[in-house]
């Protein structure tokens, strides 16, 4: 398996992640506003399926009632 390939190598890379994944939501910023871009803390970081699952059923919504 090619090392781009593992989790851990991504994780701990420098720079542009390998892998970019368009239009996903993730965390988002502290109750203060302040956000970093920091592949450690997932939090902040993380596109997870309950933040795209709710944006993903809303734009539909709004494209069914046109």
Not at 27 to 38: A, E, L, R, T, V
């Amino acid at each position: 398996m090619p090392e781009y390939c593992d989790g851990n190598w991504a994780l701990n890379q420098g720079g542009p992640n390998p892998q970019t994944l368009y239009g996903a939501l993730v965390g988002g910023p502290s109750q203060d506003g302040s956000y970093n871009d920091d592949r450690h803390d997932y939090v902040k970081n993380e596109v997870a399926c309950d933040y795209n699952a709710a944006f993903t059923a809303a734009l539909a919504a709004i494209v069914e009632s046109m």
